[in-house]
């Protein structure tokens, strides 16, 4: 897959392909990742790619014709045809919330062309004839598309096959359907006694079956306190059996009386 990110600040971008795990998306190939600034496609001595805003205000607002310019390069670089067009996607506060399945969907993807706004914002113009969907991050304002670019490419880049060291290892990632979209339970590792705080007792027990049964009822618990309307999403799917309502109910009336 091939993605290609139109930024002012592509230092920014590149530490994201020499570092951690996910480097081997990269050096590999399997993710393909190409970064253009608008700045080169600009007219004048001076590469002008913003302008004060009409109507006043403060700030200023991204020019619409470098954009298109670097838009036009492109996709000749890409060879496309008219029929098959990479989507442009705009990171901006308007867009919709990234979701683990949305993720899903662009780690099985040919790619995308990602805009990353900055200032104000990007004229509505260049918005309206050429982005193809917004994508945000979260009820916040970062200071350009940047890192929210980093993080749909980081997200993408872990469920290529060969870049994990366990390849299920990310199916049981919060959010994926093999926890019924629930929040993933916690873990713990060496040595068994920390501080006095122990390993809680059925992961030392060696008995897989209650091993299964006990990060089943953390992940229940912590989602049900932490995020319950996933509770309700799983529970509209299917994905919770007999069992789970049970140790929810207890939770519930442990609440009810005023416990933990």
């Known amino acids: ?15 994201l ?12 190939g399997a993710v393909e990742v ?27 607002v991204m020019l619409a014709e470098p954009l298109l310019q670097c838009l036009i390069a492109i996709r000749a670089s890409r060879q496309e045809t008219i029929d098959a067009q990479a989507s442009v996607v705009l990171f901006s506060p308007t867009g919709e919330l990234l979701t683990h399945s949305q993720v899903s969907e662009w780690s099985a993807s040919p790619g995308a062309i990602l805009l990353c706004g900055r200032y104000e914002g990007v004229d509505q113009r260049f918005i309206d004839h050429f982005v193809d969907r917004q994508i945000s991050l979260g009820d916040f304002v970062l200071s350009g598309g940047e890192i929210a670019a980093m993080a749909l490419l980081d997200a993408v880049a ?5 870049v994990l060291n366990d390849e299920s290892s990310h199916r049981f990632d ?19 006694v920390w501080q006095g705080h122990t390993v809680p007792a059925p992961l030392m027990s060696g008995h897989h079956t209650q091993i299964i049964q006990w990060r089943r009822e953390q992940s229940l618990a912590i989602t049900l306190q932490s995020r319950p309307e996933l509770i309700e999403k799983a529970r509209a799917l299917g994905g919770l059996n007999l069992q789970d309502e049970c140790f929810l109910s207890v ?7 005023g416990g933990t």
């Open 158 to 162: 872990r469920l290529q096959p060969g």
């Open 251 to 257: 939770i519930e009336a442990q609440k009810g009386k």
């Open 34 to 60: 190409h970064l253009w600034n608008p700045r080169d496609h600009a007219e004048g001595n001076y590469r002008r790619v913003d302008d004060r805003p009409f109507g006043g205000g403060p700030g200023m």
């Open 174 to 192: 919060s959010f994926n359907p093999a926890l019924d979209g629930l929040l993933d339970c916690p873990h713990y590792t060496r040595p068994e």
């Open 17 to 28: 392909f020499t570092s951690g795990v996910t480097r081997r998306a990269y050096e590999t």
């Open 1 to 15: 897959m091939r993605f290609d990110i139109v930024t002012l600040f592509p230092e920014l971008i590149t530490p």
